[in-house]
């Protein structure tokens, strides 16, 4: 008889690693199950979980779950009993909503328990899942939160009151990479020439700062915007000032995007900030 020929399938290129999780069936005794984790930000979103189990019988049997993740980011577990057997594959996708790219991250494990103290045995799957983008197992790589697809978004920030700066915070759950921020500033009759700043820091530490151009007197309105790509200062006309930004890494919940302008008075008001961002979940 010949000897039997084993196909290994060559890892794929995820990040700095090169992962692919093996296809084999997945052996299970009864006090084994499935546990799907998720993260969300996306609202009216159910998934499906389908896949094919092998019983110790020999019968293979098809099973079927639903899951409904999160709107606001915050982490949603469910549980499923497996029986004893083999799980032969297992597919994770969207049946009801629209994600899109970025906005939802989902774990399937295994888990040794129910309910009460469990124990994590393996992971499956672990990925972004998406309309028209499925996780499958065996096929799909392990995807870790910074390096899968991230969402494109146009946020527009809290308008702050006269006298007050620009601060908009990374919120819980979110991973941001800014690529530009544009506000309005307008000058009450207080004298003396304004100049923004735009710094980011962590909460407290400041790790970055980006002087405009442009400087403003009083009574006057003048547009402001940092931007990646954009040379350190730019200024465009009289009324509209273009400032710098590094190629920002990913920043996690809680480090803050802020205006510090020189000598801002008391009925100066800047508008809302209108950011374009990146962003992914962070479980």
Avoid at 20 to 49: C, K, Y
Avoid at 120 to 125: A, E, K, N, S, Y
Wanted: aromatic letters at 6%; charged letters at 15%; one cysteine or more.
């Amino acid at each position: 008889m010949p000897e039997p020929l084993l196909a290994v399938a060559p890892p794929e290129q995820i990040g700095r690693q090169r992962l692919l999780v093996s296809p084999f069936q997945f052996g299970v005794r009864g006090e084994d199950n499935l546990r799907i984790v998720s993260r969300g930000a996306a609202p009216s979103v159910v998934l499906f979980i389908v896949g094919r189990f092998l019983e110790r019988a020999g019968v293979i049997v098809p099973f079927q779950h639903r899951h409904v993740p999160s709107s606001n980011r915050t982490q949603v577990t469910t549980d499923f009993s497996l029986g004893e057997g083999f799980i032969l594959n297992l597919v994770i996708g969207v049946t009801s909503g629209t994600p899109a790219l970025g906005e939802l991250f989902v774990q399937a494990h295994i888990i040794r328990g129910i309910s009460g103290a469990t124990v994590r045995l393996g992971t499956m799957l672990q990925g972004y899942c998406a309309v028209a983008r499925d996780l499958a197992w065996p096929g799909s790589p392990l995807e870790a939160p910074g390096e899968g697809p991230a969402k494109i978004r146009a946020v527009s920030g809290t308008d702050p009151a006269a006298g007050v700066e620009i601060t908009e915070t990374v919120p819980t759950g979110a991973r941001w990479q800014l690529l530009s921020l544009l506000a309005d500033l307008t000058t009450g009759v207080a004298p003396g020439l304004r100049r923004p700043d735009l710094i980011i820091d962590d909460g407290s530490i400041a790790m970055y700062r980006s002087p405009q151009p442009l400087t403003q007197d009083a009574s006057l309105t003048k547009e402001y915007c940092w931007a990646q790509g954009m040379a350190l200062a730019a200024a465009i006309g009289i009324n509209v000032g273009v400032a710098g930004l590094a190629n920002l890494p990913q920043l996690s919940a809680g480090f803050r995007f802020r205006t510090f302008t020189d000598n801002l008075a008391v009925a100066d008001n800047w508008t809302n900030p209108v950011m374009h961002l990146l962003e992914w979940v962070e479980p």
